[in-house]
C-alpha cells in the first residue's frame, strides 16, 4: 500500500485525494453501466454498512459519527 500512496504522491503532488476521487468515480460509473444504478446503490450501502460495523468492532466509529453529523440539525 506504501508504493500506491508515494506513486500516487510521485505523479500528482498537492492533488493526491484529487485522484483517489476520480478513481473512486471511475470505479462508481463502470458498476452504473454494468449494474444499473439500484443494483450499484444497494452495493455501496452495503459497502458502507460493513465498513461501520468494521469500525464498531476496531471501537472507532468515525463513519457512523460522520452519517449523524451529516443529518444533524445545522444551526
Known amino acids: 500500500m506504501d508504493v500506491i500512496k508515494a506513486w500516487i504522491h510521485d505523479h ?13 468515480g471511475l470505479i462508481v460509473a463502470i458498476l452504473f453501466f454494468n449494474l444499473g444504478f439500484w443494483r450499484t446503490l444497494f452495493l455501496v450501502i452495503l ?13 472507532s466509529a468515525t463513519l ?5 453529523e451529516f443529518f444533524s440539525d445545522r444551526r
Open 12 to 24: 500528482f503532488p498537492g492533488h493526491e485525494n484529487a485522484f483517489i476521487g476520480g478513481v473512486i
Open 47 to 59: 459497502v458502507l454498512t460493513g465498513i461501520a460495523v468494521g469500525q464498531i468492532f476496531d471501537g
Open 64 to 68: 457512523i459519527a460522520k452519517i449523524r
